[in-house]
């Protein structure tokens, strides 16, 4: 358990966040095709990096692979894995078992690959027979997890007749299917993505030197933070604006909440201004991972409230729109949510019960609610450590910025 609670209503101070997890995990997976030409520094210390570099890292990966909670592990492992000579038994979490995998599976199959189910079909552990894969054509669905298609792009070029790929609309989180790319043209492999359809050929991955920047999404909560404040003055550094990062977004997201981003040659420098939209309607099918800690702040600041496009979130560590909603019930919150969106009204009187706030293994669910504090006093957690799956300083960095952190 542990407890977090403001002890002013201004923020100031500065803040060292992690490197990108999603550029980290993309890397590693580039750095295995590569036969580990790629020279990779400032890596994420986020828990599901440290697992999936741990994998990779093994002389001889084990036929019996444990993914826990890494849904992106999980994904990319499975393309990855399709392609290396053995018999492998890939599982995770309970939860991670609850995940559907078909799309993925079938896309490998259709290619030459060979992934069966070991349990429910559609769903994890996969019993999966690496070899060499001819690629060639297939369509995926684009409205499930865009991991599924970083992970059949990043095999693509080791494929004999490389691959063409045809995503079926809509296509959720496109950001994060075009830093895959990005990051593979950094690497020297080329790519055509015209309308729908990405081909990538037969090609060697360079060798070359790469530093990861720094997590755009672990700053959704220091933004949150920034919004609920009265007043806030925070720098993090290593932030860019020309990144590679979708969730750089949030810069722009949260102008509407008064926060304002100043760009510098070191990072930014985020400003709570008097500035506040009254109303809102966003649809963040390209940015799902913002959408609650977005969430959260509107609630405490008040303002009405409509998000879209969240059609992924359900199939995240929890289903996080349900979880959401059930947590903020705790604060005298009433939110409706269905399998695409979530609506926040106006004005809702938050008084937090004290209840405990459960986590659900889920690392965003207590990030995202944290900043509450702001306007609420302390709040409860069930586990502190469920937020080292990607940002394990969140607490640390909290304490840096002013609050009080009790365990």
């Given at each position: 358990?542990?407890?977090?609670?403001?002890?002013?209503?201004?923020?100031?101070?500065?803040?060292?966040?992690?490197?990108?997890?999603?550029?980290?995990?993309?890397?590693?997976?580039?750095?295995?095709?590569?036969?580990?030409?790629?020279?990779?520094s400032n890596l994420s210390?986020?828990?599901?990096?440290?697992?999936?570099?741990?994998?990779?890292?093994?002389?001889?990966?084990?036929?019996?692979?444990?993914?826990?909670?890494?849904?992106?592990?999980?994904?990319?492992?499975?393309?990855?894995?399709?392609?290396?000579?053995g018999l492998f038994k890939?599982?995770?979490?309970?939860?991670?078992?609850?995940?559907?995998?078909?799309?993925?599976?079938?896309?490998?199959?259709?290619?030459?690959?060979?992934?069966?189910?070991?349990?429910?079909?559609?769903?994890?552990?996969?019993?999966?027979?690496?070899?060499?894969?001819?690629?060639?054509?297939?369509?995926?669905?684009?409205d499930v997890s865009s991991?599924?298609?970083?992970?059949?792009?990043?095999?693509?070029?080791?494929?004999?007749?490389?691959?063409?790929?045809?995503?079926?609309?809509?296509?959720?989180?496109?950001?994060?299917?075009?830093?895959?790319?990005?990051?593979?043209?950094?690497?020297?492999?080329?790519?055509?993505?015209?309308?729908?359809?990405?081909?990538?050929?037969?090609?060697?991955?360079?060798?070359?030197?790469?530093?990861?920047?720094?997590?755009?999404?672990?700053?959704?909560?220091?933004?949150?933070?920034?919004?609920?404040?009265?007043?806030?003055?925070?720098?993090?550094?290593?932030?860019?604006?020309?990144?590679?990062?979708?969730?750089?977004?949030?810069?722009?997201?949260?102008?509407?909440?008064?926060?304002?981003?100043?760009?510098?040659?070191?990072?930014?420098?985020?400003?709570?201004?008097?500035?506040?939209?009254?109303?809102?309607?966003?649809?963040?099918?390209?940015?799902?991972?913002?959408?609650?800690?977005?969430?959260?702040?509107?609630?405490?600041?008040?303002?009405?409230?409509?998000?879209?496009?969240?059609?992924?979130?359900?199939?995240?560590?929890?289903?996080?729109?349900?979880?959401?909603?059930?947590?903020?019930?705790?604060?005298?919150?009433?939110?409706?949510?269905?399998?695409?969106?979530?609506?926040?009204?106006?004005?809702?009187?938050?008084?937090?019960?004290?209840?405990?706030?459960?986590?659900?293994?889920?690392?965003?669910?207590?990030?995202?609610?944290?900043?509450?504090?702001?306007?609420?006093?302390?709040?409860?957690?069930?586990?502190?450590?469920?937020?080292?799956?990607?940002?394990?300083?969140?607490?640390?960095?909290?304490?840096?910025?002013?609050?009080?952190?009790?365990?």
């Amino acid at each position: 358990m542990i407890e977090l609670n403001a002890l002013s209503n201004q923020i100031a101070g500065k803040v060292q966040l992690s490197s990108s997890k999603s550029i980290s995990n993309r890397l590693l997976i580039l750095s295995a095709m590569a036969k580990n030409n790629l020279k990779l520094s400032n890596l994420s210390d986020a828990d599901d990096t440290k697992l999936l570099d741990q994998i990779l890292s093994k002389p001889c990966l084990d036929n019996a692979i444990d993914c826990h909670h890494a849904g992106t592990t999980f994904r990319f492992l499975t393309a990855y894995l399709s392609t290396k000579e053995g018999l492998f038994k890939l599982c995770g979490s309970e939860r991670m078992h609850q995940r559907p995998i078909a799309p993925l599976v079938d896309a490998i199959n259709q290619i030459g690959g060979d992934v069966a189910y070991l349990e429910k079909k559609g769903f994890p552990p996969l019993l999966i027979r690496g070899k060499q894969i001819k690629g060639g054509e297939i369509s995926i669905t684009g409205d499930v997890s865009s991991q599924f298609i970083s992970a059949l792009l990043m095999i693509a070029p080791t494929l004999e007749k490389g691959l063409k790929l045809t995503i079926t609309p809509p296509i959720l989180s496109r950001p994060y299917i075009q830093m895959t790319l990005s990051l593979m043209k950094k690497v020297g492999i080329k790519h055509a993505w015209e309308n729908n359809t990405i081909i990538i050929s037969n090609q060697t991955y360079n060798e070359i030197d790469f530093t990861v920047e720094n997590d755009w999404s672990s700053s959704s909560f220091i933004y949150s933070l920034a919004s609920l404040s009265h007043k806030s003055t925070i720098e993090i550094p290593h932030l860019f604006e020309d990144s590679l990062q979708g969730d750089a977004f949030v810069s722009e997201l949260y102008e509407n909440l008064g926060v304002k981003t100043s760009y510098t040659h070191g990072g930014i420098s985020i400003q709570k201004t008097d500035f506040q939209q009254e109303k809102l309607a966003f649809d963040l099918a390209d940015y799902p991972d913002l959408a609650l800690p977005f969430a959260v702040s509107c609630v405490g600041l008040g303002i009405e409230t409509h998000l879209t496009g969240l059609e992924s979130l359900k199939l995240k560590e929890s289903d996080r729109l349900l979880t959401l909603q059930k947590e903020l019930s705790k604060f005298n919150v009433i939110c409706e949510v269905d399998n695409h969106s979530i609506f926040i009204p106006k004005k809702q009187n938050i008084n937090y019960n004290n209840e405990l706030i459960q986590t659900h293994h889920d690392h965003r669910i207590p990030m995202s609610i944290a900043p509450l504090c702001m306007k609420v006093g302390p709040i409860r957690f069930d586990d502190e450590h469920v937020v080292n799956k990607s940002y394990p300083s969140f607490w640390k960095d909290m304490e840096t910025l002013g609050l009080s952190v009790k365990r």
